[in-house]
């Protein structure tokens, strides 16, 4: 009887599990899509040049002369806000909101820092010459990075969430172009590192923040 009255004390005693979603698994498969954006990007403004950039640039000259639009100064954030708003009415996300925001920041540093070396690494002219910070487009790449924040929240729960995110963030690359702000190649080469950074992002967090914990109820053991 004294074992068993042991035991079940022991077993009593207050504990807390900690209970954190299933983190994003590297996996090579994931990697094709942004590793086909980059490459094409880059073929697209080097061996490519005259075949894709220059020719899409001197059709847009003639067909869109004129045209311009801040628009694409906005939708490369939208699916950030939408994230959030969805949790606010009641659609949880996968993440809670310190990890969700965690990633969120890594991802954004990760492609700001990569863009941006590569901006004035390469110092590529714009279509309309008005800067040397063509290559890679970075509303492109904020863009497919945000797009990628919203559709790994919400893909599981909502499967329309992708199409809706990636379709904003191809309107904002198609945007730049319209725009005369940047080359084919700058917008496929933006897009592949904004979906890029995000995941990685994904593959490295711990889930050390906001965990969720339960108590199990301490038994009142009468002796």
Same mark, same amino acid.
């Given at each position: 009887?004294?074992?068993?009255?042991?035991?079940?004390?022991?077993?009593?005693?207050?504990?807390?599990?900690?209970?954190?979603?299933?983190?994003?698994?590297?996996?090579?498969?994931?990697?094709?899509?942004?590793?086909?954006?980059?490459?094409?990007?880059?073929?697209?403004?080097?061996?490519?040049?005259?075949?894709?950039?220059?020719?899409?640039?001197?059709?847009?000259?003639?067909?869109?002369?004129?045209?311009?639009?801040?628009?694409?100064?906005?939708?490369?954030?939208?699916?950030?806000?939408?994230?959030?708003?969805?949790?606010?009415?009641?659609?949880?996300?996968?993440?809670?909101?310190?990890?969700?925001?965690?990633?969120?920041?890594? $991802?954004? *540093?990760? #492609?700001?820092? &990569?863009?941006?070396?590569?901006? %004035?690494?390469?110092?590529?002219?714009?279509?309309?010459?008005?800067?040397?910070?063509?290559?890679?487009?970075?509303?492109?790449?904020?863009?497919?990075?945000?797009?990628?924040?919203?559709?790994?929240?919400?893909?599981?729960?909502?499967?329309?969430?992708?199409?809706?995110?990636?379709?904003?963030?191809?309107?904002?690359?198609?945007?730049?172009?319209?725009?005369?702000?940047?080359?084919?190649?700058?917008?496929?080469?933006?897009?592949?590192? $904004?979906? *890029?950074? #995000?995941?990685? &992002?994904?593959?490295?967090?711990? %889930?050390?923040?906001?965990?969720?914990?339960?108590?199990?109820?301490?038994?009142?053991?009468?002796?």
């Amino acid at each position: 009887m004294i074992l068993l009255t042991c035991s079940v004390c022991v077993r009593a005693q207050p504990a807390d599990s900690m209970v954190a979603p299933p983190a994003t698994r590297f996996s090579m498969q994931q990697l094709t899509v942004p590793a086909a954006l980059i490459t094409t990007g880059v073929l697209s403004v080097t061996v490519l040049e005259n075949a894709t950039s220059n020719k899409i640039a001197s059709w847009r000259s003639r067909q869109w002369d004129g045209f311009h639009t801040r628009v694409d100064d906005y939708l490369q954030y939208a699916p950030i806000p939408l994230a959030y708003g969805l949790d606010l009415i009641g659609i949880p996300s996968r993440n809670d909101v310190w990890n969700r925001s965690l990633i969120l920041v890594k $991802g954004e *540093l990760l #492609m700001l820092a &990569s863009v941006n070396l590569i901006k %004035y690494t390469t110092r590529e002219q714009r279509p309309d010459g008005s800067n040397n910070h063509s290559f890679p487009s970075g509303h492109t790449a904020q863009a497919f990075a945000a797009a990628t924040f919203l559709s790994e929240e919400y893909k599981a729960r909502l499967p329309w969430i992708p199409y809706a995110a990636y379709g904003m963030a191809a309107a904002t690359g198609v945007l730049r172009i319209a725009n005369n702000k940047h080359y084919l190649g700058d917008v496929l080469t933006g897009a592949g590192l $904004g979906i *890029l950074s #995000m995941k990685v &992002s994904y593959w490295t967090h711990r %889930y050390l923040w906001g965990k969720h914990k339960r108590r199990r109820p301490v038994r009142n053991l009468q002796p």
